[in-house]
């Protein structure tokens, strides 16, 4: 098992707590990386889908814009040809651990977003941390690593990680 930490930053609390309200319709969401030919990552939109009872007509979806400089803090320089394919949770346990965590430097929480790869297996972790070290966390099967056979599969593969 080898686990890549790929970026460190800060975030403002509300923002993150609003964020993943904004996207909890499914239990987690992409983070895809808003970048610039010349500056690089400006920011971050997630995203979600979610069929509507097994309609293959009609999706429910959802995304979120987070901004480095408004929303965001303290973020490295990353080569944007790196970011991976990353998940993030969105179930309502996980937004209200968050909503708890008592925020570092006045108003912001540490975030660290790293990758599992075991085998053949991807999983996207993330490690929100606030005041005195507490702390919430998630980690997340990639989809890919289950050969998408089904979204219900995928959905029973995400609630065995929360148990």
């Known amino acids: ?31 895809a990386a808003i970048t610039h030919p010349e500056e690089g990552i400006l ?25 480095i400089g408004k929303e965001i803090t303290d973020f ?3 080569d944007p040809e790196n970011w991976p394919v990353f998940y993030i949770c969105c179930t309502e346990k996980f937004i209200i651990s968050v909503s708890t965590l008592p925020p570092r430097y ?14 053949n297996t991807t999983k996207s972790g993330t490690a929100i ?3 005195h070290n507490s702390h919430a966390g998630s980690i ?5 690593s289950l050969g998408i056979e089904s979204e219900k599969k995928i959905d029973d593969a995400q609630l065995a990680l929360y148990r």
């Open 106 to 119: 006045d108003k912001f929480l540490d975030v660290v977003l790293y990758q599992i790869t075991d085998n």
């Open 140 to 144: 997340i099967l990639n989809p890919s």
């Open 1 to 31: 098992m080898v686990e890549t930490r790929i970026v460190e930053f800060r975030i403002l609390k509300n923002a993150l707590v609003n964020c993943l309200t904004h996207l909890s319709i499914s239990d987690k969401a992409v983070v």
């Open 129 to 131: 941390y606030g005041e």
């Open 76 to 78: 490295p320089e990353i």
């Open 43 to 67: 920011g971050f939109s997630l995203n979600n889908a979610l069929n509507n009872a097994g309609d293959s007509e009609c999706k429910l979806s959802a995304s979120y814009v987070l901004i």
